[in-house]
């Protein structure tokens, strides 16, 4: 439809005032949905630190009380007729013989008044039974100690130590006081008035293994076997990984072959990890005859994990290598492999260490597939290298958590922190490494 | 590449165009599509009957042409002509690209290029070659130069390692102005320096033909008048193809030039005589700005 007057076609053409009108509404709503829009990302961001605050303080609230365990001062009477009856200081009578006799002796000489069976029962009862460990520890470091007399501190009984933690901040700690007897509670006050008991820095936490007794138990065994499975790890998956993305990128022709490795390399990494657990079961123990609960097979089962992350991302970081370099390298006469070893791989560095840093973090934080090849099992000597059984952290805070003490609930959460401590080494020694390897210009 | 027809005459059999002769009368008779004389004096690099495919694409359609030592020869055309295509050819770095394949007979001083025992390492080092875009090594300007020099094993020992460099940088024209930051990165020099680097990086291997990608696209035209004064002085010891889009540069810098178009060679011959005198209806289209 043509308009006949020109006065219809000039309502048809905006006004200058309305073309402006026009633009400053759409403008307001424009720099309305802006600023609603970084609310949102303002409150997702608070929420997760609001969550990650409220992460943290529970684990640190609940777990900072394992670092300090109780102990009670014992003049300890090395007696060489209770230990080593013969004379003849052999080691292996001394590793023998029953300390906890002169762990009773010297308890009742600090608490004279007991007499009854049931009482001596109850009085021993508050000491460790750790402590003798720690006494044979001393005897066998220095026999020259027998018959003379020493004054020892020995862990108190992870109830007492509850106790004692409660006490000493004030509070009734789940009415911890209920399990003990009057007669206990009143040597108990006692000691701690004269100064007998007290809270210390608790090394046996850091230095060893799992134990049934919480106030025995420790992480020492658990990191150490962490430790060699993660090195395992690393040093099958980080090489593999990496020269399977350089002769997927830069040396394998395009076929159906090579398309069928990508689509299944993509599906591994989507594969739940207790998969690979019941792999690493039925091939390597079953087949291989591995031993098990080995953090070598604990090593090459997380590298199956790992494997298709370090993969797409070395791939990923081959590919964002600019195609100029390649040009640069091969125009000048470099042959493939030159090119990629002198241009590429130093370019492609950093991203396949982040890669590498994702996997191993996961692979750090995995128990389900350890559960398969026998991780699982409680084992008390600290592992000496990959092929001793050993347990991993966190299988280590999974067992604590299912313990049935009341004190490995402050164990688990300190052996979160351990673990998260590793963890953020091993970020940090990634990161700086990248930053070394990262190309400044 | 746009519009690129399907291929209109049958391709000659790598077999048969590896039997011809070259001699410049058989030349006259194979490039038939072509106008002027595609052979040259002094013949270092000889093509004849080329043809590109990139998968379905018909990128180089018989494509006959002689490098003289000593010229310098400049490839025209539209883009999307076949001229960096035909150039990426002489030394083989279109064997990267997976959809390309090649037919034809290339040869380097007689020598097939394309023959299985041909070491394609070997050849691109007779064949330097300098892009489009300055890319420079992501190392010291030192290293960029020696990196060629070092592959080849063409120094025995520091001394004359630093002697080539310096020798390439200065032949580069560019020793005065990097001599005291030899250990800078290269990536930090200008434009202009960074494509005289690769020059540099490219001559340090003492090639006999130089190609040349477009290598001012990139630059200011102090730069280019730099880069062309240097091509001017390569030109008395190597054989130097260079591709441009600027006919003010292919006048200034080549003795000969071959018109492309649509994966052809329309025209070849002395530059003076291509930009006043053109033969061909298209190349004279071109040089005189019609379209292109």
């Keep these: 439809m043509i308009a006949d007057d020109g006065d219809d076609g000039a309502s048809r053409q905006l006004s200058p005032e309305e073309t402006r009108r026009r633009v400053d509404a759409s403008l307001r709503r424009r720099y309305r949905a802006e600023r609603r829009f970084r609310y949102y990302g303002l409150c997702s961001v608070c929420l997760g630190v609001i969550f990650l605050v409220i992460l943290f303080g529970t684990i640190i609230g609940n777990g900072y009380s394992a670092f300090r365990q109780g102990f009670v001062q014992l003049d300890i009477h090395f007696d060489a007729d209770v230990i080593d009856p013969d004379g003849g200081r052999d080691p292996d009578v001394l590793s023998v013989a029953d300390y906890s006799l002169l762990v009773k002796a010297a308890l009742r000489e600090l608490v004279p008044e007991v007499t009854s069976r049931g009482e001596k029962r109850e009085l021993n009862n508050l000491v460790s039974a750790g402590a003798v460990f720690s006494l044979r520890e001393t005897v066998m470091a220095d026999p020259g100690i027998l018959g003379r007399k020493r004054s020892l501190w020995l862990p108190l009984n992870s109830e007492v130590d509850l106790w004692l933690k409660a006490k000493l901040s004030g509070t009734d700690g789940d009415g911890i006081s209920g399990r003990f007897s009057a007669r206990q509670l009143g040597w108990l006050e006692r000691l701690l008035a004269d100064d007998r008991i007290e809270l210390q820095f608790n090394t046996a936490f850091f230095t060893n293994g799992d134990s049934r007794e919480p106030e025995l138990a420790g992480v020492w065994g658990a990191t150490k076997g962490s430790f060699f499975m993660l090195l395992v790890t690393l040093l099958l998956s980080f090489p593999l990984g990496v020269a ?54 604990g090593g090459l089962v997380l590298t199956l994990m790992t494997l298709p992350v370090v993969i797409i991302a070395s791939r990923a970081a081959i590919k964002a290598v600019p195609p100029s370099v390649r ?72 067992l604590w958590a299912d313990s049935p003490e009341r004190a490995f609930v402050a164990r688990t959460s300190a052996a979160i922190m351990v673990l998260l401590a590793f963890l953020l080494v091993m970020n940090a020694t990634a990161v700086w490494l990248r930053s070394r390897f990262e190309r400044r210009w | 590449m746009q519009t690129m027809d ?49 998968g379905d694409t018909h990128a180089l359609i018989n494509v006959s042409l002689d490098i003289g030592r000593n010229e310098v020869i400049a490839l025209i055309g539209p883009s999307g002509c076949g001229k960096s295509t035909f150039l990426r050819c002489l030394n083989r770095m279109n064997d990267t690209i997976e959809s390309a394949r090649v037919t034809g007979d290339f040869r380097l001083d007689g020598q097939d290029m394309y023959a299985r025992d041909t070491d394609v390492v070997m050849l691109r080092a007779r064949v330097g070659m300098v892009f489009q875009k300055p890319n420079p090594f992501p190392k010291s300007i030192y290293e960029n130069v020696a990196y060629g020099a070092r592959l080849h094993g063409l120094a025995a020992n520091r001394a004359e390692l630093d002697d080539i460099v310096y020798g390439s940088l200065e032949r580069a024209g560019l020793v005065d102005e990097v001599k005291n930051r030899l250990d800078d990165p290269g990536t930090g020099l200008s434009g202009g320096q960074q494509q005289r680097l690769c020059i ?39 054989a130097i193809a260079i591709v441009t889009h600027s006919m003010q540069q292919a006048a200034r810098v080549s003795n000969r030039t071959a018109y492309f178009h649509l994966g052809r060679i329309i025209e070849v011959g002395p530059t003076d005589r291509i930009f006043t005198n053109p033969a061909h209806k298209l190349t004279e289209d071109y040089v005189t700005g019609r379209f292109g």
């Design chain 2, 6 to 54: 399907k291929p209109q005459d049958a391709v000659a059999s790598p077999a048969e165009a590896a039997a011809a002769p070259v001699a410049p009368v058989e030349a006259e008779r194979v490039a038939h599509d072509t106008v002027g004389d595609v052979t040259a004096k002094n013949v270092v690099i000889c093509v004849r009957e080329a043809n590109v495919y990139y």
């Design chain 1, 327 to 398: 040009e640069a390298a091969l125009g000048i006469g470099a042959s493939q492999m030159q090119m990629v070893f002198h241009h590429v791989l130093p370019l492609a560095l950093p991203g396949m260490l982040t890669g590498a840093i994702i996997g191993m973090a996961r692979a750090l934080g995995e128990s389900a597939p350890l559960l398969m090849i026998g991780m699982v099992a409680f084992i008390v000597d600290v592992p000496s290298g990959p092929m001793s059984p050993s347990t991993a952290l966190p299988v280590q805070i999974y």
């Design chain 1, 244 to 297: 399977a993305a350089i002769y997927l990128e830069e040396f394998a022709r395009r076929s159906w072959w090579v398309d069928v490795v990508e689509v299944n390399i993509n599906n591994l990494a989507a594969v739940p990890s207790i998969v690979f657990g019941l792999l690493g079961l039925a091939v390597f123990i079953n087949f291989f005859g591995l031993p098990r609960s080995a953090p070598l097979v």
């Design chain 2, 200 to 238: 540099a990086r490219t001559i340090a291997v003492n090639p006999e033909v130089i190609l040349m990608d477009e290598p001012c696209s990139a630059l200011d035209p102090i730069a280019t008048a730099r880069i062309e004064d240097l091509i001017d002085e390569l030109s008395e010891k190597y």
